[in-house]
């Protein structure tokens, strides 16, 4: 029974939060003439020490105590007598640990939002000194257009913001205190749930007792929203691995973020990257694992809920490590310009830009043109050079239309540079969008 019932093994980490708590609780219960001054100073000075000695690891946590609440509770009957008997008054273990982990998930949130600002600006660095830098753009995994790494980094900035935003509010939303909402129906004791919510940090008391203590939709938000950024992670992680590996080289990943093979000795190995892919795995399988605790879960309190935390814990301790070596890979990479250049000068990526052409300036219906432009790469692709090399008069035979004039688009910078609408790849819209960027993120 010991074996499956007991939590502190992890429950310990909520051991600060359950302090500040209670020391709210006990002060509230005082204030109420609930318990006597005397009482709430002994239990007060009890939970402190109980604090600092958790701090500094010289704590004896108890697994026959099953977990942290109960761990607290006896030392601080050890240290402050017959008052530690009365703090218990007027609540229960189970708006107790509800309001613990929403306190530590609250915080949880906090984290991730500042390491996912943290991420922005690492890759924001990127974009800035690469607004100009030209890379393929695909689709399929086949070159389309010429896009700037500037542009490319930016998706990735845009993805993490809303992370941040989901993160954001969630946290809102959570910020309301079961506490008080003792077992599962309330108390009879004339408790102020305002005065403990408020010492708490969150706005308001939760309005249904039953709720406050059955409810961890808090929670599988938190999860939900790290599921959602670990995969924009996972996709991050994934183009660097393709990225660094020797057949694209668009980036050299520093020493520090690499490893060495301990039999082939010319290898890099993108470890990090590909940890922080896998460990979407974790994260989303933490979401999936607290739902299917709630699914079906009659009100209020069962034991089921104490499975939330481990998957809580484990999902944030994942995200914080993923977000943090990312933000480090991300900055100690080094992108390789002319690796891109000529990556992005293969496959005939301004294709289309012939095809506008042809219906922009010549006027022809854009199906004509794109069928032009298709013959046009073809004769380029049978001769062997790339479209700014095909002479004029192979390129008249499919448009007799074209002029010299032409040339000013199929070169990669000026098909880049012409991708000019809101949202769009050229250059100057990207410095635009890092100025935006730069801004919010000071
Ligand atoms: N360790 C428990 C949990 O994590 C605390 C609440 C226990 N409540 C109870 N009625 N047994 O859920």
Redesign the pocket.
């Given at each position: 029974m010991e074996e499956i019932n007991a939590?502190i093994d992890f429950?310990r980490r909520l051991a600060p939060l359950d302090i500040e708590a209670s020391l709210a609780h006990a002060a509230m219960l005082a204030r109420q003439g609930i318990i006597s001054p005397a009482d709430a100073d002994a239990i007060r000075e009890g939970l402190n020490r109980i604090a600092q000695e958790i701090a500094e690891g010289r704590f004896a946590f108890r697994r026959d105590l099953?977990?942290i609440?109960m761990n607290i509770e006896a030392r601080l009957a050890e240290l402050a007598g017959p008052a530690a008997g009365r703090l218990h008054t007027a609540r229960?273990?189970?708006d107790q640990?509800a309001t613990d982990l929403r306190l530590w998930v609250v915080k949880a949130c906090g984290r991730a939002r500042e390491g996912l600002r943290d991420l922005q600006r690492a890759l924001l660095d990127k974009a800035e000194a690469h607004a100009g830098t030209i890379m393929p753009g695909f689709t399929h995994m086949q070159p389309a257009q010429p896009i700037t790494f500037g542009h490319h980094c930016l998706a990735y900035v845009e993805m993490f913001a809303r992370d941040g935003g989901r993160f954001a509010d969630a946290q809102a939303r959570m910020n309301e205190c079961p506490l008080g909402a003792a077992a599962l129906a309330g108390t009879s004791f004339p408790i102020d749930r305002d005065m403990t919510a408020g010492a708490l940090g969150f706005a308001r008391p939760m309005r249904n007792s039953l709720d406050a203590v059955a409810s961890r939709d808090f929670a599988l938000e938190y999860l939900a929203t790290a599921a959602i950024a670990a995969t924009h992670l996972s996709r991050l992680a994934e183009e660097i691995v393709l990225w660094a590996s020797p057949g694209f080289g668009f980036v050299a990943l520093s020493d520090a973020f690499t490893t060495g093979s301990s039999i082939m000795p010319q290898k890099r190995n993108p470890d990090a990257a590909e940890l922080i892919r896998g460990k979407t795995g974790r994260i989303l399988g933490s979401f999936v694992a607290l739902a299917t605790v709630m699914k079906g879960l009659a009100l209020a309190?069962a034991?089921d809920?104490?499975e939330d935390?481990e998957a809580v814990f484990a999902a944030a301790d994942a995200l914080e490590l993923s977000l943090a070596a990312m933000a480090g890979m991300v900055a100690d990479m080094t992108p390789d310009r002319a690796k891109m250049r000529a990556a992005a000068d293969t496959g005939y990526p301004t294709a289309t830009d012939l095809a506008d052409y042809i219906a922009r300036v010549l006027g022809k219906p854009f199906r004509e043109a794109h069928h032009a432009a298709g013959a046009i790469v073809k004769l380029a692709e049978q001769k062997g050079v790339t479209l700014d090399r095909l002479p004029l008069a192979d390129m008249r035979k499919f448009e007799p239309g074209l002029t010299e004039d032409v040339f000013g688009v199929l070169g990669l910078e000026a098909s880049a540079a012409s991708r000019a609408s809101y949202g769009g790849t050229a250059p100057a819209r990207v410095r635009e969008q890092i100025a935006f960027w730069r801004e919010k993120l000071k």
């Open positions: 939590s429950d099953e977990d609440h229960s273990r189970n640990v309190y034991k809920l104490q935390k």
